[in-house]
């Protein structure tokens, strides 16, 4: 299959038209980066050079690279000398819009701890493969710390996952664990009131204790104790968690500002401090908090800083500032597009290998399949599945990709877990991504239609018939033979 290649930017710029040519002028200038394997600092051009290059107006051009800016590709560089420059993405944005976002659409304590299970079992795994005399140095010093401060690191030991996460060598392992790692602790700030600190000290010598035994089984190279280990660890923190609340919910939380980081910049406080008083207010889409001025004398700050918070809620997609009579900031719908775009971009520029990408994707696939097996007989499930399939031998080459995205994003969606979904968008947009900037070697060697609509089929087929153990062995399959398709 010859991998699609961006079409051609419509130049008209018409008013209707020019966010979606702005974003597919970020898609191509982001392609451009791609392609070339991330040369950071490298000047792509000056604004006169991009708009002849990409045959854009001034208006979208500067939309477009403000996109870049916010996917985190590349930097506008003011001054004689100046223009569009490749930069190194750093993926902590994007990881606290994920988190925002995964909260605000509720998700629950079963998705958290399901999600972790899949893929910390695999970290510990890799790291056992591929943990060096350094690596080991890192890890018990970060153990020996975890130890030194029960009260705040002992129940879910966000540094200790974290750590293992990083040891796999896997960086879509390693970034999904951070989000998992972070959602997990704000979860364990909302749950456990004060009065707790008796039993949260219990719980953090039972977790600094699964943690060491999980570290001393990664150095000692045996992958079964450690997974045992680190399984059981999971499933008490879930099991404590549980006690405590069913849902994410800041309502039981003892003050606004107690899940800022001390230090933060007062836009990012306030920008907080709005995105908890939704929270707290139960705050529907379209709600009107308030206009500027309003804002202003709530949260006792100047107009620049409001507007600063304002960008920051806009960027991940929990509130907008409506203009005009009636108008003020108004909360949104969720959106976790722009966080999926700047993570795939980042997996990227980390040049994470085929068998990485993969290897994560499996894990998060089968437990989608055992989801959907679950939820077989619920109305409308299998109509939606059979829906899926939107490949047959008629596909026009230029076509399967999308196709055979949408086919996934289906099962992840029909999974029901909103973590899953939303790391399976990460890596499909990384695939889509990767596709078009690199085609592969052997165009001739890729999957053509006939054979995606057959594999596709059968796994539904499967799931249909009730056999999710067949449905995971044709995915496992499948997408062991992607990674040959990829390389050939």
Known sequence: MTSPSLPPADTTGAPGSRGKLAQLT??????DIIRRRWPVGA???????????????????????????HHQAATMRRGPAGGLV?????????????????????????????????????AVALAIERVDEQGIEHLRAVLAADDSDLPHRGKSGHVVHVAIGERSG????????????????????VTNGREHAATSAAIGHDGVNAHRAVVEAIIGGDVARAQFAMRNHLEALGAWLADQAKLLSYHARPSAFDNVISGDKLAEVVAERIRQDIRQADGRVGDVLGSETILQDRYAVSRSVLREAIRLL?????????????????VSAPDAEASVETMSLYLDYRHIEVRDLLGVQESI??????????????????????????????TPE????????????ELADLSGNPILELFLKVLLELWVRHSAAL??????????????AAVHAAIVDALLANDSGLAKNRLRRYLRALGDWWQA
């Open 26 to 31: 970020a898609k191509r200038i982001e392609a």
């Open 439 to 452: 085609p592969v070697k052997n165009p001739a060697a890729g999957p053509r239609a006939p054979e995606l």
């Open 43 to 69: 000047l792509l051009g000056s604004e006169a050079e991009l708009r002849e290059h990409y045959g854009v107006s001034r208006a979208v051009l500067r939309e477009a690279i403000r996109l870049t800016e």
């Open 170 to 189: 896997n960086p879509a392992v390693a970034l999904f664990i951070e989000i998992l790692a972070q959602l997990t602790e704000r979860y364990s700030k």
């Open 86 to 122: 490749v930069r190194a993405p750093e993926p902590s944005g994007a990881t606290q819009a994920m988190v925002i976002y995964l909260e605000s659409v509720g998700t629950n304590l079963e998705d958290l701890i399901g999600a972790r299970l899949l893929l910390e079992p695999l």
């Open 365 to 394: 696939e089968l437990g989608c399949i055992d989801n959907v097996a679950a939820r077989i007989n619920e109305p409308g499930v299998a109509d939606r599945l059979r829906g899926s399939l939107l490949i047959d031998e008629h």
């Open 314 to 330: 806009e960027y991940h997609s929990i509130a907008q500032m409506r203009r005009g009579p009636g108008g003020g900031l108004v």
């Open 398 to 409: 230029s076509d399967v990709l999308e196709a055979a995205r949408l086919f996934h994003a």
